[in-house]
Antibody
Framework: EVQLVESGGGLVQPGGSLRLSCAAS????????MDWVRQAPGKGLEWVAN????????YYVDSVKGRFTISRDNAENTVYLHMRSLRAEDTAVYYC??????WGRGVLVTVSS | DIQMTQSPSSLSASVGDRVTITCRAS??????LGWYQQKPGKAPKGLIY???SLQSGVPSRFSGSGSGTEFTLTISSLQPEDFATYYC?????????FGQGTRVEIK
Protein backbone atom coordinates (compact mmCIF):
# COMPACT_ATOMS: atom_id res chain seq x y z
CA GLU A 1 0.00 0.00 0.00
CA VAL A 2 1.31 3.42 -0.97
CA GLN A 3 2.03 5.54 2.09
CA LEU A 4 3.18 9.14 1.88
CA VAL A 5 3.65 11.23 5.03
CA GLU A 6 4.33 14.94 4.75
CA SER A 7 5.99 16.99 7.47
CA GLY A 8 7.65 20.35 7.99
CA GLY A 9 4.69 22.66 7.64
CA GLY A 10 3.78 25.49 9.96
CA LEU A 11 3.54 29.23 10.36
CA VAL A 12 6.22 31.35 8.69
CA GLN A 13 6.55 35.08 8.12
CA PRO A 14 6.46 36.58 4.64
CA GLY A 15 9.91 36.33 3.09
CA GLY A 16 10.77 33.31 5.22
CA SER A 17 11.76 29.78 4.29
CA LEU A 18 10.50 26.31 5.01
CA ARG A 19 11.40 22.79 3.94
CA LEU A 20 8.69 20.20 3.48
CA SER A 21 9.51 16.50 3.57
CA CYS A 22 7.52 13.54 2.29
CA ALA A 23 8.48 10.08 3.52
CA ALA A 24 7.39 7.29 1.19
CA SER A 25 6.80 3.61 1.83
CA UNK A 26 4.91 0.68 0.35
CA UNK A 27 6.40 0.97 -3.14
CA UNK A 28 9.76 1.19 -4.91
CA UNK A 29 10.34 4.90 -4.49
CA UNK A 30 13.25 5.19 -6.95
CA UNK A 31 11.00 4.01 -9.80
CA UNK A 32 8.49 6.87 -9.66
CA UNK A 33 8.23 10.54 -10.46
CA MET A 34 7.10 12.47 -7.40
CA ASP A 35 4.87 15.57 -7.35
CA TRP A 36 3.86 18.33 -4.98
CA VAL A 37 0.35 19.78 -5.28
CA ARG A 38 -1.13 22.52 -3.11
CA GLN A 39 -4.57 23.76 -2.17
CA ALA A 40 -5.17 27.24 -0.78
CA PRO A 41 -7.95 27.49 1.83
CA GLY A 42 -11.32 27.07 0.16
CA LYS A 43 -9.75 26.86 -3.31
CA GLY A 44 -9.00 24.23 -5.93
CA LEU A 45 -5.93 22.12 -6.53
CA GLU A 46 -2.76 23.59 -8.00
CA TRP A 47 0.16 21.51 -9.25
CA VAL A 48 3.45 22.90 -7.90
CA ALA A 49 6.40 20.78 -9.03
CA ASN A 50 7.64 17.32 -9.86
CA UNK A 51 10.90 15.41 -10.08
CA UNK A 52 12.02 12.48 -12.19
CA UNK A 53 12.93 9.10 -10.70
CA UNK A 54 16.67 9.85 -10.61
CA UNK A 55 16.31 13.57 -9.91
CA UNK A 56 17.66 14.57 -13.32
CA UNK A 57 14.56 16.49 -14.39
CA UNK A 58 12.49 18.93 -12.37
CA TYR A 59 9.52 21.06 -13.38
CA TYR A 60 7.72 23.89 -11.64
CA VAL A 61 4.64 26.06 -11.98
CA ASP A 62 5.66 29.61 -12.94
CA SER A 63 4.50 31.16 -9.66
CA VAL A 64 7.14 29.26 -7.66
CA LYS A 65 10.05 29.19 -10.12
CA GLY A 66 13.19 30.62 -8.55
CA ARG A 67 11.71 30.35 -5.05
CA PHE A 68 10.91 26.65 -4.59
CA THR A 69 13.24 23.70 -5.20
CA ILE A 70 12.17 20.08 -5.34
CA SER A 71 14.70 17.37 -4.50
CA ARG A 72 14.75 13.73 -3.50
CA ASP A 73 16.86 11.21 -1.63
CA ASN A 74 16.26 7.74 -3.05
CA ALA A 75 18.30 6.14 -0.27
CA GLU A 76 15.93 7.65 2.30
CA ASN A 77 12.75 7.30 0.20
CA THR A 78 12.04 10.97 0.74
CA VAL A 79 11.11 13.89 -1.47
CA TYR A 80 11.55 17.48 -0.36
CA LEU A 81 10.17 20.88 -1.24
CA HIS A 82 12.46 23.73 -0.27
CA MET A 83 10.47 26.97 -0.16
CA ARG A 84 11.99 30.42 0.22
CA SER A 85 10.84 34.03 -0.20
CA LEU A 86 7.44 32.85 0.92
CA ARG A 87 4.39 34.99 0.24
CA ALA A 88 0.91 35.11 1.71
CA GLU A 89 -0.40 33.50 -1.48
CA ASP A 90 1.73 30.41 -0.78
CA THR A 91 -0.53 29.63 2.18
CA ALA A 92 -2.01 26.23 1.43
CA VAL A 93 -2.15 22.57 2.27
CA TYR A 94 0.73 20.93 0.42
CA TYR A 95 0.26 17.37 -0.79
CA CYS A 96 2.97 14.97 -1.85
CA UNK A 97 1.90 12.54 -4.58
CA UNK A 98 3.40 9.53 -6.32
CA UNK A 99 3.06 10.29 -10.01
CA UNK A 100 -0.30 11.84 -9.10
CA UNK A 101 -1.87 8.42 -8.42
CA UNK A 102 -1.25 8.09 -4.68
CA TRP A 103 -1.42 11.00 -2.25
CA GLY A 104 -0.33 11.92 1.25
CA ARG A 105 -2.64 13.56 3.76
CA GLY A 106 -1.05 16.95 3.27
CA VAL A 107 0.66 19.51 5.47
CA LEU A 108 -0.46 23.06 6.14
CA VAL A 109 1.82 26.00 5.39
CA THR A 110 0.67 29.40 6.62
CA VAL A 111 2.54 32.52 5.55
CA SER A 112 1.56 35.41 7.78
CA SER A 113 3.06 38.08 9.98
CA ASP B 1 -0.29 26.93 -20.20
CA ILE B 2 -3.17 24.60 -20.98
CA GLN B 3 -6.42 25.76 -19.40
CA MET B 4 -8.82 23.10 -18.14
CA THR B 5 -12.46 24.13 -17.85
CA GLN B 6 -14.92 21.96 -16.01
CA SER B 7 -18.69 22.16 -16.25
CA PRO B 8 -20.81 22.48 -14.36
CA SER B 9 -19.08 24.11 -11.39
CA SER B 10 -21.62 22.47 -9.11
CA LEU B 11 -24.63 20.25 -9.37
CA SER B 12 -27.33 18.83 -7.14
CA ALA B 13 -28.34 15.23 -7.63
CA SER B 14 -30.14 12.41 -5.89
CA VAL B 15 -28.91 8.97 -4.95
CA GLY B 16 -29.31 6.74 -7.99
CA ASP B 17 -28.98 9.56 -10.53
CA ARG B 18 -26.62 9.39 -13.49
CA VAL B 19 -24.16 12.26 -13.30
CA THR B 20 -21.88 13.58 -16.03
CA ILE B 21 -19.08 16.11 -15.59
CA THR B 22 -17.28 17.63 -18.57
CA CYS B 23 -13.72 18.86 -18.80
CA ARG B 24 -12.47 20.85 -21.78
CA ALA B 25 -8.82 21.54 -22.54
CA SER B 26 -7.70 24.74 -24.27
CA UNK B 27 -5.59 22.63 -26.64
CA UNK B 28 -5.32 18.97 -27.49
CA UNK B 29 -3.90 16.73 -24.78
CA UNK B 30 -4.44 13.30 -26.30
CA UNK B 31 -5.60 11.05 -23.49
CA UNK B 32 -3.30 12.52 -20.88
CA LEU B 33 -6.08 13.28 -18.42
CA GLY B 34 -6.97 12.09 -14.94
CA TRP B 35 -9.99 12.51 -12.70
CA TYR B 36 -9.83 12.95 -8.93
CA GLN B 37 -12.36 12.94 -6.12
CA GLN B 38 -11.88 15.04 -3.01
CA LYS B 39 -13.98 15.04 0.14
CA PRO B 40 -13.82 17.92 2.65
CA GLY B 41 -10.65 17.87 4.72
CA LYS B 42 -9.24 14.90 2.82
CA ALA B 43 -6.58 14.36 0.20
CA PRO B 44 -7.63 13.87 -3.41
CA LYS B 45 -8.15 10.31 -4.57
CA GLY B 46 -7.44 9.16 -8.09
CA LEU B 47 -10.41 7.73 -9.98
CA ILE B 48 -9.46 7.61 -13.66
CA TYR B 49 -6.14 7.79 -15.51
CA UNK B 50 -5.33 8.21 -19.21
CA UNK B 51 -8.89 9.43 -19.73
CA UNK B 52 -10.73 6.14 -19.37
CA SER B 53 -8.80 3.64 -17.22
CA LEU B 54 -10.17 2.98 -13.76
CA GLN B 55 -7.75 3.20 -10.85
CA SER B 56 -7.47 0.04 -8.79
CA GLY B 57 -10.23 -0.26 -6.21
CA VAL B 58 -12.50 2.38 -7.78
CA PRO B 59 -16.12 1.21 -8.21
CA SER B 60 -17.21 0.41 -11.74
CA ARG B 61 -20.02 3.01 -11.60
CA PHE B 62 -17.28 5.55 -12.38
CA SER B 63 -16.19 5.83 -16.00
CA GLY B 64 -14.25 8.26 -18.13
CA SER B 65 -14.18 9.00 -21.82
CA GLY B 66 -12.82 11.44 -24.35
CA SER B 67 -9.65 12.49 -26.08
CA GLY B 68 -8.13 15.62 -27.51
CA THR B 69 -9.94 18.52 -25.90
CA GLU B 70 -13.16 17.11 -24.49
CA PHE B 71 -13.52 14.61 -21.67
CA THR B 72 -16.29 13.34 -19.44
CA LEU B 73 -16.53 11.66 -16.07
CA THR B 74 -19.74 9.70 -15.56
CA ILE B 75 -21.14 8.23 -12.38
CA SER B 76 -23.77 5.76 -13.52
CA SER B 77 -25.73 5.57 -10.26
CA LEU B 78 -24.79 8.14 -7.63
CA GLN B 79 -24.18 6.72 -4.16
CA PRO B 80 -24.15 8.61 -0.84
CA GLU B 81 -20.35 8.32 -0.61
CA ASP B 82 -19.95 10.00 -4.01
CA PHE B 83 -20.94 13.46 -2.79
CA ALA B 84 -17.64 15.31 -3.15
CA THR B 85 -15.71 17.65 -5.42
CA TYR B 86 -14.27 16.27 -8.64
CA TYR B 87 -11.25 17.61 -10.51
CA CYS B 88 -9.73 16.86 -13.89
CA UNK B 89 -5.99 17.19 -14.46
CA UNK B 90 -4.00 17.29 -17.68
CA UNK B 91 -0.55 15.74 -17.66
CA UNK B 92 0.27 16.21 -21.33
CA UNK B 93 2.53 19.21 -20.81
CA UNK B 94 4.01 21.46 -18.16
CA UNK B 95 2.78 22.99 -16.01
CA UNK B 96 0.25 20.32 -15.11
CA UNK B 97 -3.12 22.03 -14.72
CA PHE B 98 -6.32 21.14 -12.91
CA GLY B 99 -9.85 22.09 -13.71
CA GLN B 100 -11.53 24.37 -11.20
CA GLY B 101 -13.56 21.53 -9.71
CA THR B 102 -17.18 20.35 -9.79
CA ARG B 103 -18.98 20.09 -6.49
CA VAL B 104 -21.58 17.31 -6.40
CA GLU B 105 -24.17 17.99 -3.71
CA ILE B 106 -27.17 16.12 -2.37
CA LYS B 107 -30.52 17.19 -3.81
Amino acid sequence: EVQLVESGGGLVQPGGSLRLSCAASGFTFRNYWMDWVRQAPGKGLEWVANIKEDGSEKYYVDSVKGRFTISRDNAENTVYLHMRSLRAEDTAVYYCARSLDGWGRGVLVTVSS
Amino acid sequence: DIQMTQSPSSLSASVGDRVTITCRASQGIGIHLGWYQQKPGKAPKGLIYVASSLQSGVPSRFSGSGSGTEFTLTISSLQPEDFATYYCLQHNSYPRTFGQGTRVEIK
